[in-house]
């Protein structure tokens, strides 16, 4: 199967600071990305994503780095809330084929 | 986006028994799938819920345990069949809605408890 990992299974920050989640993919054909947010007791909920011909995309607070070459994808959240904590979840996806998860980190956002 | 329901939110089962799960979303989605999720693990791809033929099922999940029906574009059920302990965990429903869009969105989720 695919290898989708992320670099921490846990992540403490301080409200207001910005949060930085990491995720290495092993297969370089893999051409769109995505992170999802999981609260607990919730599914996984769409926060960005991107394709392999971005290197950055932006939303609201969050924004999603992909570097090609050391295939390694992250998500940044600006001015971290209580509101964010959560289970982050990256995903990669090979054009016709499913969704590889990782695994997971959890996010603890300290007041 | 695709706003994805499941029934039921959760369940306490018996061992032994069966537990079918319904999937609606309230748009046409070409692609649906079923996935597990074993507490404080990352998702598992059960099977893709083909419309009006039988699913396809990954490595390690069979038909017989995994019933899946998916009779129109819309709609899909996933049976948990004979269940044991083992099988306690979130079931997640997902769609795809290509061409427009290769995003995939998830279901709640279903919690279920095998005792």
């Known amino acids: 199967g695919e290898s989708v990992g992320l670099h921490l299974p846990t992540l403490s920050v301080q409200e207001g600071d910005n949060s930085i989640i990491n995720c290495a993919y092993s297969?370089?054909?893999?051409?769109?990305f995505i992170w999802y947010k999981q609260e607990s007791g919730k599914g996984p909920q769409f926060i960005i994503d991107?394709?392999?011909?971005?290197d950055k995309r932006q939303g609201q607070r969050v924004t999603v780095l992909l570097n090609k070459t050391v295939k390694h994808l992250s998500l940044q959240i600006a001015a971290t809330q209580p509101g964010d904590s959560a289970v982050y979840f990256c995903?990669?996806?090979?054009?016709?084929?499913?969704?590889?998860f990782g695994t997971g980190t959890s996010l603890t956002v300290i007041p | 986006s695709a706003v994805i329901s499941q029934k039921p939110s959760r369940d306490i089962c018996q061992r032994g028994t069966s537990l079918t799960i319904q999937c609606q979303v309230d748009?046409?989605?070409?692609?649906m799938f079923w996935y597990r999720q074993q507490p404080g693990q990352s998702l598992t791809l059960i099977a893709t819920?083909?419309?009006?033929?039988?699913?396809?099922?990954e490595s390690g999940f069979v038909i017989d345990k995994f019933p899946i029906s998916r009779p129109n574009l819309t709609f899909s059920t996933l049976t948990v069949s004979n269940m044991s302990p083992e099988d306690s965990s979130i079931y997640l429903c997902?769609?795809?809605?290509?061409?427009?869009?290769?995003?995939?969105?998830f279901g709640p989720g279903t919690r279920l408890t095998v005792l």
């Open positions: 991107i394709r392999s011909n971005m």
């Open positions: 997902s769609g795809i809605t290509r061409p427009s869009t290769d995003t995939q969105y």
């Open positions: 297969n370089s054909a893999s051409d769109y």
């Open positions: 995903a990669e996806n090979i054009p016709g084929n499913q969704f590889y």
């Open positions: 819920a083909n419309q009006g033929s039988e699913a396809t099922y």
């Open positions: 748009s046409q989605v070409t692609m």
